[in-house]
């Protein structure tokens, strides 16, 4: 039989159960991990309040464009408080793998994307786009340029990647004109017109 001697060792105001007899490089290694946590921990912190900034942002930006939505908290037939607005943000994040800038970019592009009825239909929209135009970059720029592609049914999108390439680059320099056509005082109210998206 083997016997074993252990002690305790103070890390972080915490006790750890270490062999004595690698006392000293437990110690050493203990460490290391600490640095490491704390580092992966400060990393998660940033990166959740980079999240949270994004999906408060995208939240203003919707309730910006569709302020009597945004009080009645339905929209598109769908809940829309600033919870699951958050919600949303996360799935269009996930689904697509997409980086937070890219993610408010297509928020600022048109806000309907929030919208979109599941990852599951944001991932089939984007892969009609992506066999439509042949590279995920190119589906990117495009989805970037007129986000609500996401929210078609893929059988739509499939057989118009030509068309698809031209009304992104349409969308691109038509979208200040129609922002500032919006803001105006022509409309007494901010347009909230269905244009037949899902």
Do not use: C
């Not at 690698?22 to 290694?29: F, K, V």
């Not at 940033?46 to 945004?70: C, G, H, I, M, S």
Request: no cysteine; net charge positive; glycine share 6%.
């Amino acid at each position: 039989m083997v016997g074993t001697t252990h002690m305790w060792a103070v890390l972080s105001n915490r006790l750890a159960f270490v062999p004595q007899s690698s006392s000293g490089s437990a110690h050493r290694s203990l460490g290391k991990v600490s640095v490491t946590a704390t580092s992966m921990a400060e990393q998660t912190m940033k990166q959740d309040l980079v999240a949270n900034a994004v999906a408060a942002a995208a939240f203003n930006l919707w309730a910006e464009e569709y302020p009597t939505a945004a009080r009645s908290g339905k929209f598109m037939g769908q809940h829309a408080t600033r919870k699951h607005v958050v919600d949303r943000v996360n799935l269009l994040q996930d689904a697509l793998s997409l980086d937070w800038a890219q993610v408010l970019g297509m928020v600022r592009a048109d806000s309907r994307v929030l919208f979109v009825q599941s990852a599951k239909h944001a991932q089939q929209a984007f892969a009609a786009v992506k066999a439509e135009v042949g590279s995920h970059g190119a589906a990117i720029d495009i989805i970037m340029n007129q986000p609500t592609l996401l929210l078609a049914d893929k059988t739509t999108i499939h057989g118009k990647g030509d068309f698809l390439q031209a009304m992104a680059g349409f969308s691109s320099v038509a979208r200040p004109i129609y922002r500032a056509i919006k803001k105006s005082e022509i409309f007494p109210e901010p347009l909230e017109w269905d244009f037949g998206l899902p």
